[in-house]
């Protein structure tokens, strides 16, 4: 049913909350290069956005020809290092927290671990504690599947209907529709058409206009990309 205002914003954490799919791809581009496997920033991110773990080690073996167990523990340890020394909130999005009037939390397809290390890194960290930190490590079934956003919801209290989730990944988009919330897709690194197959209600490529559609969340007639 339509509402004036939702009752929860439920933020995925990487590249909504914090600038780390930017870095991850970068190292992710350096790692193939260094093993011989010369490919664009745009061409990584086209790849590998979005990807579970698993399916981007299958990748990067076909690719170089490094079997998983020897390629995951560099990438991570590269990744984090990179995070420590340059990770940023996503542009934009302290201003949107500042202003909003709705209660939020972050539900992150990632461990909890590094979702403590990248808000604490980008001083997030106080604004989802406690208990409005949500991680893939709670639920039976990662995103695409509902499990961690209806978890989110009930450990908050708010039906699900009244929850509006912001992603900017394919994946995280399904999961919130499957979740029966309002979804909105942020397109700055992930191509808006990518966003709005998975059923995006309205996608945007700048922080600034995420208020705008929050106010008009859960409204029919406001479905739109900006
Ligand atoms: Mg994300």
């Known amino acids: 049913m339509p509402r004036s205002r939702p009752s929860l ?4 954490c990487d590249g909504v909350l914090v600038d780390s799919e930017r870095i991850s791809h970068l190292v ?19 790849r590998f956005m979005g990807s579970s773990m698993p399916h981007t080690l299958d990748v990067v ?7 998983p167990e020897e390629f995951l523990p560099v990438f991570r340890d590269r990744t ?3 995070f420590a020394e340059r990770l940023e909130p996503v542009a934009g999005i302290l201003a949107v927290l ?6 939020y939390c972050v539900a992150s397809n990632g461990p909890r671990a590094k979702m403590e290390l990248t808000l604490g890194r980008t001083g997030l960290l106080g604004r989802f504690l406690p208990g409005r930190l949500f991680s893939a490590d709670d639920v039976a079934n ?5 499990d961690l956003f209806l978890h989110a ?5 708010v039906p699900p209907e009244a929850c509006v989730v912001v992603e900017d990944t394919p994946t995280g988009v399904r999961a919130a529709r499957a979740a029966g919330m309002w979804a ?9 058409d990518r966003l709005q197959a998975a059923g995006a209600h309205a996608t945007f490529g700048s922080m600034s206009l995420l208020p705008a559609l929050l106010a008009s969340a859960g409204m029919p007639d406001q479905a739109s990309s900006l």
Do not use: N, W
């Open 9 to 12: 914003i439920i933020f995925d």
């Open 142 to 146: 990662p995103k695409p599947a509902p």
């Open 61 to 67: 073996r076909q690719m170089t020809g490094v079997p």
């Open 28 to 46: 992710l581009q350096q790692l193939l290069a260094e093993r011989g496997v010369h490919i664009g920033f745009d061409e990584a991110v086209s």
């Open 80 to 82: 984090y290092e990179a």
């Open 98 to 103: 500042d202003d909003l009037a709705e209660p």
């Open 184 to 192: 909105l897709g942020y397109c700055a690194m992930t191509p808006m």
């Open 153 to 157: 919801a009930a450990r908050m209290a």
